[in-house]
């Protein structure tokens, strides 16, 4: 009697469609969600025998499947910052007018620009405040002075000269910032070296000297008027040259005040003048 419930279990597990081989998976308990597995594999961590064993030895599909789970990082600079900072945005804001501004003004660039007719005479009113010409003319007249209060005078203007050449290349050598339109220098700006674009060399030159004039020169009131005039068209002129930005030029005007400030601060007597005069002309005499 005991082998009719077994016949009967066999027959019902028989009759019974979820025992068929193509439906076996409907009885397996349902898998971890993707979540779980990777939590699981993480606790547990890679075999040994795979963590030991490098990318190109392991199968293609596993280096694949890591690749793509590890995202690469991307630098700083390519990242969108979601939240910038007030600013931030304005000094972003600012350097965008300031970059179309200047090269809407830059009309005499090239040749073939709106105002390119006009590009020579331009370029001569910037040579007018070229430091190496500043600084030869300041040397033939200190050759041709007889006056100790002249030649003291132009002592301190071509210290001051100096001065601001050595400063505003090495803050252009510190920025390096470059012109609104790519143009590479010419043969008297690497003399002078005013390679890059912040501080305008010309402006703060220019606003130096005629600040110097004024104060040292008794001069007319046209005079003046031509002077102030005059060094604010050099400092222009390397705008629309194409060479400087607005900032640039504005900066300039600043450092070159701020040069004069300072030749006036550590101005040297005329006896030191005298001393520097027979250094340079190898005359001193021997007590």
């Known amino acids: 009697m005991p082998a009719i419930p077994s016949s009967r279990s066999r027959m019902r597990d028989r009759n019974n469609v979820l025992s068929r081989p193509e439906f076996m ?3 397996q308990p349902l898998r971890n969600s993707n979540s779980e597995i990777r939590a699981t594999a993480r606790r547990q961590g890679p075999p040994k025998h795979q963590a030991s064993q490098p990318c190109d030895q392991q199968e293609p599909t596993e280096c694949t499947n890591r690749d793509r789970k590890e995202p690469a990082k ?3 600079e390519d990242c969108i910052q979601l939240n910038p900072s007030f ?3 304005a000094i972003s804001s600012l350097l965008a007018i300031d970059i179309c501004l200047s090269k809407r003004l830059g009309v005499c660039a090239y040749t073939s620009s709106s105002w390119g007719s006009v590009r020579s005479m331009i370029t001569l009113l910037a040579l007018t405040g070229h430091g190496i010409t500043w600084i030869f003319g300041t040397i033939v007249c200190l050759t041709r002075s007889n006056t100790l209060a002249g030649q003291e005078v132009l002592v301190n203007l071509l210290l001051a000269l100096l001065l601001d050449i050595m400063t505003v290349a090495g803050v252009q050598k510190l920025i390096k910032r ?3 339109w790519e143009m590479s220098p010419g043969f008297l700006d690497y003399c002078a070296m005013d ?3 912040f501080p305008a060399a010309h402006a703060s030159r220019a606003a130096m000297v005629s600040k110097f004039l004024l104060s040292h020169l008794v001069l ?3 005079l ?3 002077l102030v005039l005059w060094a604010f068209l050099v400092g222009m002129s390397r705008v629309l040259l194409g060479r400087h930005h607005l900032t640039d030029m504005a900066c ?3 450092l070159g005040l701020l040069h004069f400030s300072l030749v006036e601060t550590v101005w040297l007597s005329s006896s030191a003048c005298q001393t520097l005069i027979s250094i340079g002309t190898f005359s001193w005499s021997s007590s």
């Open 74 to 76: 991307l630098p700083e």
């Open 25 to 27: 998976s409907l009885n």
């Open 87 to 89: 600013k931030g945005i």
């Open 195 to 197: 390679v890059y674009s």
């Open 220 to 222: 007319a009131v046209p």
């Open 224 to 226: 003046r008027i031509l």
């Open 252 to 254: 300039g005007f600043a």
């Open 178 to 180: 470059k012109g609104p």
